[in-house]
């Protein structure tokens, strides 16, 4: 019934720059926290930034100082501002969503990721 989507990824320069995009869409009642996670080969899938309903912020210690997230609240949409790109950052990136449709709490909805590739 909710859906996410995720776009922006692709190939990217080492030192260059990319914006991902997350769409929400569906029965949403309150759009809470978001946030994306990014998860590479053999890895566990952790948190890269996320944002709250009010605005607060919180990054993963590799990405502070280079990478901002924001949100849209009218587009349900939130974002993911990537600077001075590494090899290392390198990865599927995920959307979630935290929404409430018609409980009285918050489920957390993902999106189907979007690759990013940076080169050097």
Avoid: H
């Amino acid at each position: 019934q909710v859906q996410l989507v995720e776009s922006g990824g692709g190939l990217v320069q080492a030192g260059g720059s990319q914006r991902l995009s997350c769409a929400a869409s569906g029965r949403i009642s309150r759009l809470n926290a978001m946030g994306w996670y990014r998860q590479v080969p053999g890895k566990q899938r952790d948190v890269v930034a996320s944002i709250t309903s009010g605005g607060s912020t919180n990054y993963a210690d590799s990405v502070k100082g280079r990478f901002t997230i924001s949100r849209d609240n009218a587009k349900n949409t939130v974002y993911l501002q990537m600077n001075s790109l590494k090899s290392e950052d390198t990865g599927v990136y995920f959307c979630t969503a935290d929404i409430i449709t018609s409980a009285a709490y918050a489920m957390r909805y993902w999106g189907t990721g979007t690759l990013v590739t940076v080169s050097s």
